[in-house]
Nanobody, 123 residues
Framework: VQVVESGGGLVQTGGSLRLSCVVS????????MGWFRQAPGKEREFVSR????????VYADSVKGRFTISRDNAKSTVSLQMDNLKPEDSAVYYC?????????????????WGQGTQVTVSS
Protein backbone atom coordinates (compact mmCIF):
# COMPACT_ATOMS: atom_id res chain seq x y z
CA VAL A 1 0.00 0.00 0.00
CA GLN A 2 1.27 3.44 -0.88
CA VAL A 3 -0.11 6.75 0.34
CA VAL A 4 1.63 9.79 -1.13
CA GLU A 5 0.79 13.38 -0.26
CA SER A 6 1.73 16.47 -2.22
CA GLY A 7 0.91 20.15 -2.38
CA GLY A 8 2.35 21.52 0.82
CA GLY A 9 4.37 24.71 0.95
CA LEU A 10 4.75 28.20 2.37
CA VAL A 11 1.85 30.62 2.17
CA GLN A 12 0.91 33.90 3.81
CA THR A 13 -1.96 34.30 6.23
CA GLY A 14 -5.22 34.34 4.33
CA GLY A 15 -3.80 32.37 1.45
CA SER A 16 -4.78 28.99 0.04
CA LEU A 17 -3.19 25.62 -0.61
CA ARG A 18 -4.51 22.41 -2.07
CA LEU A 19 -3.16 19.12 -0.78
CA SER A 20 -3.49 15.93 -2.78
CA CYS A 21 -3.04 12.31 -1.84
CA VAL A 22 -2.72 9.37 -4.21
CA VAL A 23 -3.34 5.89 -2.85
CA SER A 24 -2.50 2.51 -4.34
CA UNK A 25 -2.80 -1.04 -3.11
CA UNK A 26 -6.26 -0.81 -1.56
CA UNK A 27 -9.83 -0.81 -2.83
CA UNK A 28 -9.90 2.97 -2.75
CA UNK A 29 -13.55 3.32 -3.73
CA UNK A 30 -14.64 1.37 -0.64
CA UNK A 31 -12.40 3.13 1.87
CA UNK A 32 -13.01 6.17 4.00
CA MET A 33 -10.12 8.62 3.79
CA GLY A 34 -8.87 11.17 6.26
CA TRP A 35 -6.47 14.04 6.77
CA PHE A 36 -4.60 14.67 10.00
CA ARG A 37 -1.95 17.20 10.97
CA GLN A 38 0.82 17.50 13.51
CA ALA A 39 2.48 20.72 14.59
CA PRO A 40 5.86 20.76 16.35
CA GLY A 41 5.52 19.78 19.99
CA LYS A 42 1.87 18.82 19.60
CA GLU A 43 -0.02 15.60 19.15
CA ARG A 44 -1.35 14.59 15.77
CA GLU A 45 -4.89 15.87 15.34
CA PHE A 46 -7.80 15.05 13.08
CA VAL A 47 -8.59 17.51 10.31
CA SER A 48 -11.20 15.93 8.06
CA ARG A 49 -12.49 12.68 6.59
CA UNK A 50 -14.65 11.65 3.66
CA UNK A 51 -16.72 8.54 2.99
CA UNK A 52 -16.19 6.44 -0.14
CA UNK A 53 -19.06 8.01 -2.06
CA UNK A 54 -18.33 11.53 -0.77
CA UNK A 55 -21.77 11.74 0.85
CA UNK A 56 -20.37 12.05 4.37
CA UNK A 57 -17.73 14.62 5.24
CA VAL A 58 -16.53 15.54 8.70
CA TYR A 59 -14.34 18.47 9.70
CA ALA A 60 -12.60 19.50 12.87
CA ASP A 61 -14.14 22.63 14.35
CA SER A 62 -10.88 24.50 13.85
CA VAL A 63 -11.05 24.15 10.05
CA LYS A 64 -14.79 24.08 9.43
CA GLY A 65 -15.78 26.63 6.79
CA ARG A 66 -12.20 27.06 5.59
CA PHE A 67 -11.15 23.57 4.46
CA THR A 68 -12.90 21.33 1.93
CA ILE A 69 -12.22 17.64 1.47
CA SER A 70 -12.97 15.88 -1.80
CA ARG A 71 -12.06 12.70 -3.62
CA ASP A 72 -11.85 11.24 -7.11
CA ASN A 73 -12.30 7.49 -6.94
CA ALA A 74 -11.37 7.04 -10.59
CA LYS A 75 -7.94 8.48 -9.80
CA SER A 76 -7.65 7.06 -6.26
CA THR A 77 -7.07 10.57 -5.03
CA VAL A 78 -8.27 12.56 -2.05
CA SER A 79 -7.73 16.30 -1.79
CA LEU A 80 -7.88 18.97 0.87
CA GLN A 81 -8.55 22.52 -0.27
CA MET A 82 -7.38 24.90 2.43
CA ASP A 83 -8.54 28.51 2.26
CA ASN A 84 -8.12 31.48 4.57
CA LEU A 85 -5.10 29.85 6.14
CA LYS A 86 -3.89 30.93 9.56
CA PRO A 87 -0.49 30.56 11.23
CA GLU A 88 -2.00 27.96 13.57
CA ASP A 89 -2.67 25.77 10.52
CA SER A 90 1.09 25.27 10.12
CA ALA A 91 1.86 21.59 10.50
CA VAL A 92 2.80 18.43 8.70
CA TYR A 93 -0.35 17.14 7.04
CA TYR A 94 -0.94 13.42 6.72
CA CYS A 95 -3.32 11.50 4.50
CA UNK A 96 -4.65 8.23 5.87
CA UNK A 97 -6.74 5.32 4.64
CA UNK A 98 -9.43 4.24 7.05
CA UNK A 99 -10.22 0.76 8.32
CA UNK A 100 -13.83 1.26 7.32
CA UNK A 101 -16.04 3.39 5.14
CA UNK A 102 -16.74 5.78 8.00
CA UNK A 103 -13.61 6.07 10.10
CA UNK A 104 -13.82 8.35 13.10
CA UNK A 105 -11.47 11.14 14.13
CA UNK A 106 -9.13 8.76 15.99
CA UNK A 107 -5.86 7.81 14.34
CA UNK A 108 -6.33 4.17 15.34
CA UNK A 109 -9.29 4.07 12.92
CA UNK A 110 -6.82 4.39 10.05
CA UNK A 111 -4.59 1.65 8.66
CA UNK A 112 -2.25 3.27 6.16
CA TRP A 113 -0.51 6.62 6.35
CA GLY A 114 1.52 8.80 4.07
CA GLN A 115 4.83 10.43 4.95
CA GLY A 116 3.27 13.84 5.29
CA THR A 117 3.61 17.19 3.57
CA GLN A 118 4.67 20.40 5.32
CA VAL A 119 2.34 23.39 5.39
CA THR A 120 3.72 26.65 6.73
CA VAL A 121 1.58 29.76 7.08
CA SER A 122 3.48 32.97 7.71
CA SER A 123 1.97 35.85 9.64
Amino acid sequence: VQVVESGGGLVQTGGSLRLSCVVSGITFGQTGMGWFRQAPGKEREFVSRISPGSMSKVYADSVKGRFTISRDNAKSTVSLQMDNLKPEDSAVYYCAAGRSQLPRQYDFDYDFWGQGTQVTVSS
